[in-house]
Antibody, heavy 121, light 107 residues
């Protein structure tokens, strides 16, 4: 059974950093890209970027370049999202999602359960 | 980056058919996917590609597309289909874009 299990909720002060984990299981870790997407309270989704677990290469949305780092640990099949210089507007549920890509089709087929990050003084 | 546009809200009578649309430049080159999100839950993929349903998704969900517009159709809507529906696709810059979501109410 394919699963993405994320770390628990975080509360951070403005200016701090947060690191969220996404542990994968049920498939070959290096075969699928993993994306990070966030959803502010009552809002839609915002794509943050993706990581290729095979080589560790990353692509970040322009808005997050310089403030977000995605990494992976192949020994534990886990990807990480670290976001720095947090501000109140970063308060959101953060999701990891697996990218399924085949036959010219691409989509997010499996999502993590989400991690609530609250930024408050 | 490109954007995807959805109607904020749509309603349908129980058992009737409803169509939810999504417009954007990226859809000229890439298929839209559709995900369903219920309150307090993570999104769940319901349609991807030309008209593909993941295992376990009822066949009352279907998709179509024309030009820069993608549509999700629910034929015979059920009470459990009440949710927010989001379209998403990659764009030519290898980024990904989402619609703002359509809140479906089943009356």
């Amino acid at each position: 059974q394919v699963q993405l299990v994320q770390s628990g909720a975080e509360v951070k002060k403005p200016g701090a950093s947060v690191k969220v984990s996404c542990k994968t299981s049920g498939y070959t870790f290096t075969d699928y890209f993993v994306h990070w997407v966030r959803q502010a309270p009552g809002q839609g989704f915002e794509w943050m970027g993706k990581i290729n677990p095979s080589g560790g290469s990353t692509t970040y949305a322009q808005k997050f370049q310089g403030r977000v780092t995605m990494t992976r640990d192949t020994s534990t099949s886990t990807v990480y999202l670290e976001e720095s210089s947090l501000r109140s507007e970063d308060t959101a549920v953060y999701y990891c999602a697996r990218e399924f890509s085949a036959y010219g089709l691409e989509t997010f087929d499996i999502w993590g359960q989400g991690t609530m990050v609250t930024v408050s003084s | 980056s490109s954007e995807l546009t959805q109607d904020p809200a749509v309603s349908v009578a129980l058992g009737q058919t409803v169509r939810i649309t999504c417009q954007g430049d990226s859809l000229i080159s890439y298929y839209a996917s559709w995900s369903q999100q219920k309150p307090g839950q993570a999104p769940m993929l319901v349609i991807y590609g030309r008209n593909n349903r993941p295992s376990g998704v009822p066949d009352r969900f279907s998709a179509s597309s024309s030009g820069n517009t993608a549509s999700l159709t629910i034929t015979g809507a059920q009470a459990e289909d009440e949710a927010d529906y989001y379209c998403h696709s990659r764009d030519r810059n290898d980024y990904w874009v989402f619609g703002a979501g359509t809140k479906l109410t089943v009356l």
